[in-house]
């Protein structure tokens, strides 16, 4: 291991929220292990003097594992749920015993604790022995008889429901009646939209899945969601600011779900319009209690800890908690880390379990955050669609580039990767609006016309926020 660079290491991603971290670790040498070129990510690598390692499946454990050994970081990091899940953090633990990376700094949760969001069972079962009124209306069925038996419960009390699979989708298999279902069984054999029972009986023939979770959906009138991106050591907690997420595809919150269209957070001393301090701090109390019950499980739970709420007329509900940094979300709290914030020496502390409630601070700002992404994002597969960029320009508006599912094709002209979020810009400001005109011009100014990508209009837009007020 070397320290030339300040220290070697081993990133495995390639989508905005790794450019975002990899913007925080300039100093030293970055290898990053990515299923495409992302344009970002490939500068940054080797301008430190390390290198962009196209890999074929961000879930190939043996592959990543090999590299690893191979390079010998000083720190090995990954926010890939799906890496996660398939134990890429105790395959390189286990190489460690004998291969002479002892050393190893991995601020990342092991397959077992990163459960806690690989497993929706597991969740609410801990949600369950923490406080029951913190889970929302939910069963948990893994046969045609039991989504059956579900469904009608819904229906005889006259609730809409969420679906949820049991095990990760990236983001993309929650399905709620109403954008996504159209009822609870065959009604209107017209509508093109699959009923609650056609969706249930996907998920469980999904041999990828072990269950499927059928929850109350939440009045969006009524209720309203807010995340947050906790860094811990699985002892100590550092207060982000609330974000604001919008997971649906087009503006007015219509469309298909998605990974995240963008979002948004307060100043600091503010709140998000819908929640109170004591909500707040209700939540983190209730994290804290989710690490204790961890720990009461034998889980060692290292990295961020990314809960999400609805606030409900009933008070706060958990809808799910994510073992990893979260897209976009986790960009907007990396760019309101104060400017000497030094992100690996807090990722250190993490590994190490040394973590400080004062390892990071935050910026007195708002933020804005806004994917530009494919047409058919959301839709379909998907074709390739070529777009031309200015970074200058965009750095111009005070916004910051973060490159997702794209490549480089030229010195400004780049590509679209699959049917997926493209590319993001972020911005501060005293207010989220303020954030969001230096986003518009940006786009305006930095991109060439027409353009072949889409974006949501109202992310962080000051009507929509203030229509949020309860």
């Known amino acids: 291991m070397s320290y030339l660079y300040g220290m070697e290491i081993v990133l495995l991603g390639h989508m905005g929220r790794d450019e975002a971290v990899a913007d925080r670790l300039r100093e030293h040498r970055l290898y990053v292990l990515g299923e495409w070129q992302n344009p970002g990510l490939t500068e940054k690598a080797e301008t430190s003097g390390g290198q962009f390692h196209v890999i074929d499946s961000i879930k190939n454990v043996e592959l990543v594992t090999d590299i690893v050994q191979a390079i010998q970081p000083d720190m090995f990091l990954t926010n890939f749920d799906d890496s996660l899940a398939a134990g890429v953090v105790d395959a390189i633990k286990y190489r460690i015993a004998d291969k002479r990376l002892s050393d190893l700094l991995i601020p990342c949760p092991d397959q077992k604790a990163a459960r806690i969001e690989s497993d929706k069972w597991e969740l609410r079962q801990i949600i369950d022995e923490i406080n ?59 509508d093109e939209r699959p009923t609650a029972l056609e969706y249930a009986l996907q998920v469980l023939a999904d041999r990828q899945q072990a269950g499927l979770e059928i929850q109350q959906k ?17 002892k100590t907690m550092v207060r982000p600011p609330a974000t604001y997420d919008y997971p649906y595809r087009l503006d007015g919150d219509t469309g298909p779900g998605t990974g995240g269209m963008g979002d948004f957070s307060m100043p600091a001393g503010e709140q998000l319009p819908f929640i109170t301090d004591e909500d707040y701090d209700e939540a983190i109390e209730l994290m804290d209690q989710v690490l204790e019950k961890l720990k009461e499980r034998q889980m060692d739970y290292k990295g961020v800890l990314y809960p999400t709420f609805f606030k409900t007329p009933e008070g706060l509900k958990i809808v799910e908690i994510n073992a990893r940094a979260g897209d976009p979300e986790f960009i907007n709290i990396v760019d309101l880390m104060e400017d000497d914030v030094d992100l690996s020496e807090a990722l250190k502390l993490i590994a190490l379990g040394e973590l400080a409630e004062d390892s990071v601070r935050y910026k007195k700002l708002a933020s804005a955050m806004v994917y530009l992404v494919s047409p058919d994002y959301g839709y379909r597969k998907g074709s390739a669609y070529k777009f031309k960029m200015n970074p200058d320009a965009i750095a111009a508006n005070e916004c910051l580039t973060r490159f997702a599912a794209s490549v480089r094709l030229n010195e400004d002209e780049y590509s679209t990767v699959g049917s997926s979020r493209t ?41 929509y926020i203030r229509s949020l007020a309860v």
């Open 218 to 234: 939440f009045d969006k009138d009524t209720c309203h969601e807010f995340t947050l991106q906790i860094l811990t050591d699985g």
């Open 423 to 463: 590319v993001g810009l972020s911005a501060l400001g005293a207010t989220p609006w303020q954030a969001r005109a230096k986003i518009h011009q940006a786009i305006a100014e930095g991109f060439e016309q027409p353009l072949p990508l889409q974006y949501r209009h109202d992310i962080a837009d000051e009507a």
């Open 132 to 190: 029951p009124k913190y889970n929302p209306i939910n069963w948990m069925v893994s046969t045609e008889h039991e989504a059956r038996q579900a469904l009608a419960f819904f229906k005889e009390n006259d609730m809409e429901v969420a679906l949820k699979p049991r095990n990760p989708t990236g983001g993309k298999g929650v399905k709620v009646m109403g954008p996504h279902l159209r009822a609870y069984g065959k009604d209107n054999i017209a």
